[in-house]
């Protein structure tokens, strides 16, 4: 039999059930026009050819994995080892939420051949998230200071800095189901997982982490198909004029959102949890995600008549500075995380200052004072010294630095009497489009306004086994590590911080 005449087979076991309505079915409508579309199938796969080539690529992974707990190949670098715990324990947050997104797009989307794709991509994702955990675990046994890698899947619900990821991917799954695929296989698949895995997988490979690099690499494989979902989907959507309003719509949303949070995390885990470097986050940044996505791929739509998003200019100015600003709040807020970091050294503040100019002028100064208040002896707290956390973005859950501290522009508004806050223009039209879709996430501010931050750490778990030492050190190999009564003592008590000025657009 030829293979299309295969699949046509295959698709003849689609059956339209009478025992339950359309509406009952398909338990979340969507609002664009793409029921009665006929795509090609984009993954061309049928699943026992699919589970003999992912079998495959797992064993020669698995048999990596193994061979290197046995030999004990290398010592990495302990900046990327500890950073990591933070790093994980976020990815597999995210390829976790990737399956179950794909899981409910297959529940609604009509035409079979995206829903066999999506079904698909969701056995990828769980793979994903197990080569994750696995790795997690890898590093839990093998690194020589397990205490963060024991709870990174904790971590991921209750960390503030993983608020981040989470806040994406929960928006990924309560958006319109199309909106989605927009959202993950069109913005973080064919966008930004190149600077991701393939960038990650070569920082990893320069801190001597092979089997990080090896995991990247494998998941990696797989995101094409991905790719070939969001663009399948896409182009039907394309074909449809009633669609175009409601993609330009998504795109100028989606743009934002997942330059909030992946871009978040490339910038951040490229330029500061490695230490011997090679390009920087906003080059790999540059040329995959602005040249290659929207100077390639994005502009292709511009003869449907979507016009680039709207945000687009921030996005790439933007760049300058994400990282060092997601630093300054990840490293600075050290006791409520759960790895170790050391301060930047002489070698880090030259290349910095060569890939970002201005870097010394703009970030110096949190770095010398993080250096002098590493000994818990001397009760410094680098966030007290600083002035405390800022307030938190409503709708991407950053703090409101973004893009740099003197540069960002925070506002509030009101909606059914109560004030929200958001970070930027773009996290604002986000916000005034949909504000019911992001007024239920609670601030850090309502969870622990009033207590010593020592007591945010305790109820977060992150101790290690004596109860007493944190996980978190902002030092690599200290002579003595801070415990949660040298935390107390520094009495850095969280205050909620003053409302930023009324938005110009006024309340809503
Ligand atoms: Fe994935
Ligand atoms: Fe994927
Ligand atoms: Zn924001």
């Known amino acids: 039999m030829k293979i299309t005449e295969a699949y046509d087979r295959v698709k003849d076991l689609e059956w339209e059930p009478s025992y339950i309505s359309e509406e009952e079915k398909c338990v979340e409508t969507t609002k664009f026009f793409i029921k009665d579309a006929k795509p090609n199938d984009p993954f061309k796969t049928f699943v026992r050819e699919y589970c003999e080539q992912e079998l495959e690529k797992d064993e020669r992974h698995y048999a990596l994995l193994e061979a290197s707990a046995r030999l004990h190949t290398g010592e990495p670098d302990a900046r990327w080892m500890e950073a990591m715990k933070f790093g994980l324990s976020n990815l597999v947050g995210v390829e976790y939420a990737a399956a179950r997104a794909m899981g409910r797009m297959a529940r609604t989307v009509a035409p079979v051949e995206l829903r066999q794709g999506y079904m698909m991509q969701m056995l990828d994702e769980m793979r994903h998230s197990n080569l994750e955990m696995n790795i997690i675990r890898h590093h839990m046994r093998h690194w020589k200071d397990p205490a963060g890698y024991d709870m990174a899947a904790v971590a991921n619900a209750n960390s503030v800095g993983s608020s981040i990821f989470r806040s994406m991917t929960e928006d990924l799954m309560t958006s319109d189901p199309v909106e989605t695929s927009i959202g993950l296989q069109v913005f973080i698949e064919t966008g930004y997982t190149n600077p991701f895995f393939v960038g990650l997988s070569s920082s990893a490979a320069a801190s001597g982490d092979d089997m990080m690099a090896s995991t990247m690499m494998t998941i990696q494989s797989d995101e094409a198909r991905h790719m070939a979902n969001g663009w399948a989907t896409l182009s039907c959507l394309l074909n449809d004029d009633r669609n175009i309003p409601l993609i330009q719509d998504a795109m100028d949303k989606w743009s934002w959102r997942i330059h909030t949070s992946f871009g978040t995390g490339v910038s951040l885990f490229n330029d500061y949890f490695v230490r011997k470097h090679t390009d920087s986050a906003k080059e790999m940044l540059n040329r995959w995600v602005m040249d290659d996505f929207y100077g390639g791929f994005y502009q292709k739509l511009e003869k449907f008549g979507i016009k680039p998003p709207k945000f687009l200019d921030q996005m790439i100015s933007d760049l300058d500075w994400t990282s060092h600003t997601t630093a300054v709040y990840l490293f600075g807020a050290w006791p409520v995380f759960f790895h170790r970091y050391d301060a930047l050294n002489d070698d880090d503040f030259e290349w910095f200052e060569k890939k970002y100019p201005g870097f010394y002028e703009h970030f110096g100064s949190f770095w010398e004072a993080y250096g002098q208040c590493k000994d818990p002896e001397d009760r410094k707290l680098v966030l007290k010294e600083m ?42 039209h986000i916000f005034r489009k949909d504000p019911e879709h992001y007024i239920g996430s609670k601030s850090f501010y309502d969870m622990y306004e009033g207590k010593n931050i020592a007591d945010v750490t305790e109820s977060l778990g992150y101790l290690r086994e004596d109860g007493k030492t944190l996980m978190a050190q902002p030092e690599l190999e200290p002579k003595r590590m801070w415990t949660i009564d040298d935390v107390r003592r520094c009495e850095y008590i969280i205050e909620r911080p003053a409302m930023p000025p009324k938005s110009d657009l006024g309340d809503l």
Do not use: H, W
């Open 387 to 428: 002035g405390g956390l800022p307030n938190f973005c409503q709708v991407c859950q950053r703090p409101t630095i973004f893009p740099r501290p003197d540069l960002a522009r925070p506002r509030s508004m009101a909606f059914r009497g109560k004030n929200y806050i958001c970070c930027s223009d773009g996290c604002e």
